[in-house]
């Protein structure tokens, strides 16, 4: 009895197309494996420069509060200053009304 050779079924019958489909299919993966890892470094560098622009804009914005603070407070001062100045320049008017006027009733 003689024996038949069957391929088997999961072999191709040509290996030189397998071949050829087994490096296109390498040097597929190798391209998109690359141009992900281009995005990925891309992706990192923009989210570090925003980390690093958001630290920036924060210290500026704890800057300019510490700057507002001083001038207001500087304000404040002066407003209170210029308060007291009305207050006394009024005080200083009624005296001098009450002044005028006891002149006037002294002079009848």
Do not use: C
């Not at 489909?21 to 891309?42: C, F, P, Y």
């Not at 924060?58 to 407003?79: I, S, T």
Request: proline share 3%; no cysteine; hydrophobic share 30%.
């Amino acid at each position: 009895m003689a024996q038949v050779y069957e391929e088997p079924k999961n072999f191709p019958a040509r290996p030189d197309k397998t071949i050829d489909w087994l490096g296109k299919s390498r040097d597929d993966w190798k391209s998109k494996t690359r141009a992900t890892k281009a995005e990925l470094k891309v992706a990192k560098q923009a989210q570090k420069r925003a980390r690093q622009s958001r630290q920036e804009w924060k210290e500026e914005y704890r800057k300019l509060q510490r700057q507002l603070a001083a001038v207001m407070a500087e304000k404040d001062e002066e407003n209170l200053n210029l308060k007291t100045k009305v207050q006394e320049l009024e005080r200083e008017n009624e005296d001098l009304k009450k002044k005028y006027l006891l002149r006037l009733m002294t002079k009848k």
